[in-house]
C-alpha cells in the first residue's frame, strides 16, 4: 500500500527554523515525484515545492531562497528544511505523491 506520513510540525518564532519529514511507504522517493503544499486556516491548498527524480527542485516564488526540499532515499524520505520562517508561513503541510496519495499533514504554526 502506497503511504506517506508528515511530520516535524511545531510552533517556532519568526525567524526560526523547522524540517518537516516525509516518510514513504510502498514505493521509492528516488523513482517518485514528491510534493509539499500547504494549507493555511481559511485559504485553499497551496503548492511549495516539488522534487524530481534526478534531484530536479522547484520552489514557491514565496519561498525560494528559504525553503529547500531533498530526499534521503536509503531512508525513503523526503524533507522540507524551513529557514527564515515568517508567519505567513503558518499552515498545515502536506507531502504528496504524483498520484495524489497524501498523509495526514503536520501543522507548522509561526508566532512570536
Known amino acids: 500500500e502506497v503511504q506517506v506520513v508528515e511530520s516535524g510540525g511545531d510552533l517556532v518564532q519568526p525567524g526560526g527554523s523547522l524540517r518537516l519529514s516525509c516518510l514513504a511507504s510502498g514505493f521509492s522517493v528516488s523513482d517518485s515525484i514528491m510534493t509539499w503544499a500547504r494549507q493555511a486556516p481559511g485559504k485553499d491548498l497551496e503548492w511549495v515545492s516539488t522534487l524530481s527524480p534526478g534531484g530536479y527542485t522547484t520552489y514557491h516564488a514565496s519561498v525560494k531562497g528559504r525553503f529547500t526540499i531533498s530526499g534521503d532515499n536509503a531512508k525513503n524520505i523526503v524533507y522540507l528544511q524551513m529557514n527564515n520562517l515568517k508567519i505567513e508561513d503558518t499552515a498545515v503541510y502536506y507531502c504528496?505523491?504524483?498520484?495524489?496519495?497524501r498523509g495526514q499533514g503536520t501543522p507548522v504554526t509561526v508566532s512570536s
Open positions: 504528496s505523491t504524483a498520484a495524489g496519495v
